[in-house]
C-alpha cells in the first residue's frame, strides 16, 4: 500500500481578532490517496481556504500534524513546497507581466536552469493551448486563459499534489467547462493528486472521486458523490444538492432562510 | 549561492518590471529634480552653518529624503502584488523569504542610485562643488540607507490588511522623521530641545556624513558615527523585515 498523497490528524487554526478567538479550523481529519481527486467542499467561511493555506505552508497550523507529498509539513516545510503547485483562488498573477516571464520565472523559483526555465514554460505553453498567447501580458488575457496561465504556473515544477482553491470561481460555463476537462486530463496524464476546494456541488460532482464536506471548520461528511447521496437522503437518485442540504442544513449560498 | 542565485532571480523581475512601467519611472524621477530646482534657490542666501554654499548642505539633506520618501512607500506595491496573490504563489516555491525580500530591495537600491546621480548632476549645475570619492561615497551612504528603508517598508507591508493602512502608517512615521534628521535644514539651526530629539533619529547621523564626505573629509568622527548607525540600521531592518516577510497572519 503506498503512503497517501495527503495524511491530516487534528489539524487546527485559530485566529485572534480583537473580538476574540476565532476557530477557523477546528481538528480536521482527512486522508487523500495519490492520484485521486478529492473535492473538499463547503459553503463560504467553512474553513476550506485556511486548510489550504496550511497545507501548502503558507500558514503555520495552530496544532495538529500533516504530510504532504511524503514530507512532514511542520519539520520539512521546504520538502513539501517543492513537491507541490498552488493555485490560489485570487490566482497570483502580476498583470504588467508578460506570460512567458511569468512562466520561467517561477520555473526558476523551483530552481530549474535558464534553459530548463525555458523548455518547460513552453511545454507547458503547449499543453495548456498558451502558446498563441506567450508575448502577452497577463492582463490582456480573458478569464479563462488567466486560470489556464495560473495552473500552469502550478505545474512548472511536476507537482504530486496540485492545490487548486475555488479554481472555477469567476469562469462561464464554457472555461468552466474546459477547465474541467483541464483538470481530469492533468491526473490522467502525470497521476496527479489534485486537492480541489470549491462551493459548487456541480463542480465537485463532477471531477471528485471523493468529497469532504466541511462545515464551521470541521469535516461534517466524506465519501464518494454517490455514497454521500444515498447515505445523506437514502435515494441513490438523489442530486448531491440534496445530500449537501441534509449534512448542513443550508444551501451553500449561505445560512438558511427563516422567512 | 542559492541565495544569491535566487536574489538574482527576484531582482531581474522587478527591476524588468520597473523598467516597464515608462509613465512612473520618468515621473519617479522628475520629482526630486523638481523639488531641487524649485526649493534649492531660496536658500542660496543663507548661511546654513555647512562649509561652502547652501548646496553643500541641501544636495545631501535631498539625497537622504528621496531613500527616506522612495523607500518608506515601496511596501505598498508590495501590499497590492500580497492581495493578488502574487507573493504568496512564490511563497510556495523554495526560495527563501530573505531572497523575495532582498531581490525586491535590491531593485530600489538601483533604482534610487540612478535617481540619486542625476540630482547630484543637477546640484552640480545649481553649483554644488564636491570631490568625485566624496560623491560615490555620498551614493553609498544612501544606498544602504535605501536597503534598510525598503526592507523596513516590505516588512510593514506584509502586515498591515489596506493600502489606505500603510500609507497612514508610513506617512506618520516618515513625516517626522524626515524633519528631524535636519534634511532640509541642518538642525545646527534648530533649539536645544529640538536639536535633542534629532540625535535619536538615525538618519540625522547618515545625512551629516554625507555633508562631510561632500566636503572631501573622510575620515572623521561625524563620517564613521554615520557608517556605524547606518549599517547597523540596515543589519536591524534587513533582518526584521525578512522575519515579518516570512510570517503571515491570515
Known amino acids: 500500500m503506498p503512503e497517501p498523497a495527503i495524511h491530516v490528524r487534528g489539524l487546527m ?14 481538528g480536521i481529519d482527512l486522508t487523500v490517496e495519490r492520484g485521486e481527486i478529492l473535492g473538499f467542499l463547503g459553503p463560504n467561511g467553512a474553513g476550506k481556504t485556511t486548510t489550504v493555506r496550511m497545507l501548502t505552508t503558507l500558514l503555520p497550523p495552530s496544532g495538529g500534524h500533516a504530510e504532504v507529498a511524503g514530507r512532514d509539513l511542520l519539520a520539512d516545510p521546504a520538502g513539501v513546497r517543492r513537491r507541490i503547485g498552488y493555485v490560489a483562488q485570487s490566482g497570483g498573477l502580476d ?16 530552481r530549474l536552469t535558464r534553459r530548463q526555465a525555458g523548455e518547460r514554460a513552453e511545454e507547458l505553453a503547449g499543453d495548456l493551448a498558451l502558446t498563441e498567447l506567450m508575448d502577452r501580458p497577463t492582463a490582456a488575457l480573458s478569464g479563462g486563459q488567466r486560470r489556464r496561465l495560473e495552473i500552469a504556473l502550478g505545474l512548472v515544477n511536476r507537482p504530486e499534489v496540485l492545490f487548486l482553491d475555488e479554481p472555477s470561481t469567476g469562469l462561464d460555463p464554457g472555461s468552466r467547462a474546459e477547465l474541467w476537462e483541464l483538470i481530469r486530463r492533468i491526473r490522467a496524464g502525470h497521476g496527479t493528486t489534485v486537492f480541489l476546494t470549491t462551493h459548487y456541488l456541480d463542480e465537485a460532482d463532477a471531477l471528485a472521486d471523493r468529497i469532504v464536506v466541511v462545515d464551521a471548520g470541521a469535516v461534517v461528511a466524506e465519501g464518494t458523490p454517490a455514497e454521500l447521496k444515498s447515505r445523506h437522503t437514502g435515494d441513490p437518485a438523489a442530486s448531491l444538492q440534496d445530500a449537501f442540504l441534509a449534512i448542513t442544513g443550508r444551501t451553500t449560498a449561505g445560512e438558511p432562510l427563516s422567512i | 549561492m542559492t541565495l544569491l542565485t ?6 531581474g523581475r522587478y527591476l524588468r518590471a520597473t523598467l516597464r512601467s515608462t509613465t ?11 523639488f531641487l530646482a524649485l526649493f534649492g534657490p531660496l536658500l542660496t542666501r543663507f548661511d546654513l552653518g555647512v562649509g561652502g554654499s547652501s548646496w553643500q548642505a541641501l544636495v545631501p539633506g535631498v539625497l537622504v529624503q528621496l531613500a527616506l520618501l522612495g523607500g518608506s512607500f515601496v511596501g505598498l506595491g508590495l501590499l497590492v502584488e500580497r492581495n493578488l496573490g502574487v507573493i504568496d504563489r512564490m511563497r510556495v516555491t523554495p526560495v527563501s523569504p ?4 532582498l531581490g525586491r530591495t535590491l531593485r530600489d537600491v538601483v533604482q534610487l ?9 543637477l546640484g552640480v549645475a545649481f553649483g554644488l562643488r564636491a570631490p568625485l570619492a566624496g560623491i560615490v561615497l555620498g551614493l553609498a551612504f544612501v544606498a544602504v540607507l535605501a536597503a534598510a528603508l525598503s526592507a523596513l517598508s516590505y516588512g510593514l507591508a506584509m502586515n498591515v490588511a489596506t493600502p489606505p493602512e500603510f500609507a497612514a502608517i508610513a506617512n506618520t512615521v516618515g513625516m517626522p522623521l524626515m524633519l528631524l534628521s535636519g534634511l532640509l535644514l541642518p538642525m545646527s539651526l534648530a533649539p536645544g530641545w529640538l536639536e535633542a530629539a534629532s540625535r535619536v533619529v538615525p538618519l540625522r547621523y547618515t545625512v551629516e556624513a554625507v555633508r562631510q564626505v561632500f566636503q572631501g573629509h573622510y575620515a572623521n568622527a561625524t563620517v564613521l558615527t554615520g557608517a556605524a548607525v547606518t549599517a547597523g540600521l540596515a543589519a536591524v531592518c534587513v533582518v526584521g523585515g525578512a522575519r515579518l516577510f516570512g510570517r503571515t497572519r491570515a
Not at chain 1, 485559530?14 to 477557523?24: C, D, N
Not at chain 1, 498583470?95 to 523551483?110: A, F, K, N, S
Not at chain 2, 542610485?113 to 547630484?120: D, F, G, M, T, Y
Open chain 1, 95 to 110: 498583470p504588467g507581466c508578460g506570460v512567458r516571464e511569468e512562466l520561467i520565472t517561477q520555473g526558476r523559483l523551483h
Open chain 2, 113 to 121: 542610485l540612478a535617481q540619486s546621480i542625476l540630482l547630484v548632476g
Open chain 1, 13 to 26: 487554526r485559530t485566529f485572534t481578532l480583537a473580538q476574540g478567538p476565532v476557530h477557523a479550523v477546528r
Open chain 2, 98 to 101: 530573505l531572497a523575495l525580500l
Open chain 2, 24 to 34: 512612473s519611472l520618468l515621473f519617479g524621477m522628475l520629482q526630486p529634480l523638481l
Open chain 2, 6 to 11: 535566487d536574489t538574482g532571480i527576484i531582482f
